[in-house]
């Protein structure tokens, strides 16, 4: 993973591929960051994301940081490689500051919540770039109803066969991951029931996403998005939207189930456990104590039950064949990663409650969604950029 914005190659010549794993560094980090761009006043969703993007290419800092994330009313911010989560939690937060700057110069607000509770999909639009508008020809209605956003976090692996066992690794911790995350319970002003209905938008509808099956190595790996290069599936290896993914740009595993998060110290929080997590399959993996992956039957029951109860449920716990509460599932993740967390110097502490818990706390006691989205856009204001604005420039 470099500093620069993602390399404008396909990545699909997995000879270079290979070696750019081969090159790469365990357990750096970097970190992403999507928010919605806003009308403070009224807080609908605002189409300014090339404006944004103009006033951030022409600050030092956020100029190889900002990209465009589809559609044109959001903005991405990438901490760019950490060599340690220190390091890139430290980019970030400086990063964090230029934009929410800007934004306030530009007279917009921005939120971090995995969906906008009453924004109409149709309302959308594409950003012009010429990746977008593939995708946007390629996908038709898919591309347009994916008005969601999200946290991605990187963690550099060294060699191929090394990235794609800690992926299908990192398959059955995905669900207590996105439970945590969970925090997009409202769409078209209605309570949807789900604590993450951002799952159900992006991950249940777009093609080569949520889960894949357990590859084993870099060779059958390989084989298969090549398979996918030659049949034309795939023109570029962005398109292969899984959860979890090998990077072919960057020589990381990229963890991408989580619904972005209101308050900026939660989402840091859920960064470090996701590091966590993928530096210790990588332990596990060098020590030979890796267990067998789970089917995907079994991955699919407990995404399901992360995306309808979030933290409130329960999981399967397959190899015991027994329910566990989602927050004890978490602790035991806790446990497991101590040996990373300590070698990595990660401080981690389980929410009390986390943003969809907090959000229908609020609907419970009878708030407007209205009302709960404007307090989580605050928060994210005050949470993201506690120091104020600051544009640098």
């Not at 800092?61 to 950490?82: F, H, N």
């Not at 430290?90 to 110069?105: M, S, T």
């Not at 012009?128 to 996908?139: F, I, V, W």
Request: charged content about 30%; hydrophobic content about 40%; proline content about 5%.
């Amino acid at each position: 993973m470099t500093t620069d914005p993602e390399p404008q190659h396909d990545g699909l010549d997995l000879d270079a591929v290979r070696e750019t794993f081969e090159s790469s560094a365990d357990f750096t980090v970097g970190i992403e960051e999507e928010f919605a761009i806003l009308d403070p006043a009224v807080l609908d969703l605002e189409h300014r994301f090339e404006e944004m993007q103009a006033a951030c290419l022409r600050d030092e800092l956020l100029a190889p940081a900002v990209k465009g994330e589809l559609i044109d009313t959001e903005i991405e911010i990438r901490s760019g490689r950490g060599e340690t989560f220190a390091d890139a939690t430290d980019r970030q937060r400086a990063r964090r500051e230029r934009l929410f700057g800007i934004a306030d110069e530009m007279g917009l607000a921005l939120a971090a919540m995995g969906t906008h509770p009453w924004a109409n999909y149709l309302d959308q639009h594409i950003i012009q770039t010429e990746h977008y508008r593939r995708l946007e020809g390629d996908l038709r209605w898919v591309a347009q109803r994916n008005n969601t956003w999200s946290l991605h976090v990187h963690v550099g692996i060294k060699g191929p066969d090394r990235a794609v066992a800690v992926s299908d690794r990192m398959r059955e911790l995905l669900p207590p991951l996105l439970a945590l995350s969970a925090n997009s319970p409202f769409l078209d002003h209605r309570d949807t029931g789900l604590h993450s209905v951002r799952t159900e938008i992006f991950t249940r509808v777009f093609p080569r996403c949520g889960v894949h099956e357990p590859f084993g190595d870099w060779a059958r790996y390989a084989d298969f998005v090549q398979l996918l290069a030659d049949t034309d599936s795939i023109v570029e290896a962005t398109q292969l939207w899984w959860s979890v993914r090998p990077h072919h740009s960057f020589g990381t595993v990229e963890v991408r189930i989580c619904d972005a998060q209101t308050r900026g110290d939660e989402s840091i929080n859920l960064a470090a456990l996701i590091a966590a997590c993928v530096a210790q399959a990588a332990i596990d993996l060098d020590e030979d104590a890796a267990p067998e992956p789970l089917r995907q039957r079994e991955i699919e029951e407990n995404l399901w039950r992360a995306i309808r109860f979030g933290m409130d449920g329960e999981m399967i716990d397959f190899r015991e064949r027994r329910l566990v509460p989602t927050r004890a599932v978490l602790e035991g993740i806790l446990e497991w990663t101590e040996p990373a967390r300590q070698a990595l110097t990660l401080e981690i502490d389980l929410p009390e409650r986390n943003g969809a818990q907090r959000a229908y706390a609020l609907f419970a006691e009878g708030a407007p969604i209205e009302e709960i989205y404007r307090r989580a856009v605050a928060e994210t204001r005050k949470t993201y950029a506690p120091e104020g604005a600051v544009s640098g420039r």
